[in-house]
Antibody, heavy 117, light 111 residues
Framework: QIQLVQSGAEMKKTGASVKISCKTS????????IHWVRQAPGQSLEWMGW????????LFSQTFQGRLTITRDTSASTAYLELNSLRSEDTAVYYC??????????WGQGSLVTVSS | NFMLTQPHSVSESPGKTVIISCTRS????????VQWYQQRPGNAPTPVIY?????PSGVPDRFSGSIDSSSNSASLTISGLETEDEADYYC??????????FGGGTKLTVL
């Protein structure tokens, strides 16, 4: 079946960077965009951006412009999110999800990133 | 960018119908598809409505979506409420540059 499996929880210091992986299986990786969405504790979902798995093109929320990088490794069917200059407000669960006809389905299990000084 | 505003919470009894609204602050609600996601505690969201009013396979027909251009809003209607419908619901849409926005979420309590 189609699965997106994300890397584990991370604890980072303020100002550091974090890189999260999203390994996909069960479908042709290059055929679908991967989106990234985060959710701070008790808060709403926040869209971060997407990557075109075929050609690597990306689009980011302006909220993260300059701090966010999304890449992919087609040979590994894996997408990556890297967020720099971390601050406490970046503490959240980060999700990757496959984009299919306007929907995000399925989603990864989420990766908790905790940022503290 | 625009915002999508949802009620913070709604509650209703089993068997009843509930409507969750999602109002777009700028730009027309009809210009970009609206999707709805259900999120149960501790789980990732799953779609329940896409492209305004279509249901993914496996979603019961108790779930329906609509838009109202006069109020620039979308609505998720859940009829015949069941206790398993208790969850957070998020609307989502995009701008013409394909940048996405999620609503603030609505906590549905079935009591």
């Amino acid at each position: 079946q189609i699965q997106l499996v994300q890397s584990g929880a991370e604890m980072k210091k303020t100002g550091a960077s974090v890189k999260i992986s999203c390994k996909t299986s069960g479908y042709t990786f290059a055929h679908y965009l991967i989106h990234w969405v985060r959710q701070a504790p008790g808060q709403s979902l926040e869209w971060m951006g997407w990557i075109n798995s075929a050609n690597g093109n990306t689009l980011f929320s302006q909220t993260f412009q300059g701090r966010l990088t999304i890449t992919r490794d087609t040979s590994a069917s894996t997408a990556y999110l890297e967020l720099n200059s971390l601050r406490s407000e970046d503490t959240a669960v980060y999700y990757c999800a496959r984009f299919v006809r306007q929907q995000l389905v399925p989603w990864g299990q989420g990766s908790l990133v905790t940022v503290s000084s | 960018n625009f915002m999508l505003t949802q009620p913070h919470s709604v509650s209703e009894s089993p068997g009843k119908t509930v409507i969750i609204s999602c109002t777009r602050s700028s730009g027309s609600i009809a210009d970009n598809y609206v999707q709805w996601y259900q999120q149960r505690p501790g789980n990732a969201p799953t779609p329940v409505i896409y492209e305004y009013n279509l249901r993914p396979s496996g979603v019961p027909d108790r779930f329906s979506g609509s838009i109202d251009s006069s109020s620039n809003s979308a609505s998720l209607t859940i009829s015949g409420l069941e206790t398993e419908d208790e969850a957070d619901y998020y609307c989502q849409s995009s701008d013409n540059s394909d940048r996405w926005v999620f609503g603030g979420g609505t906590k549905l309590t079935v009591l």
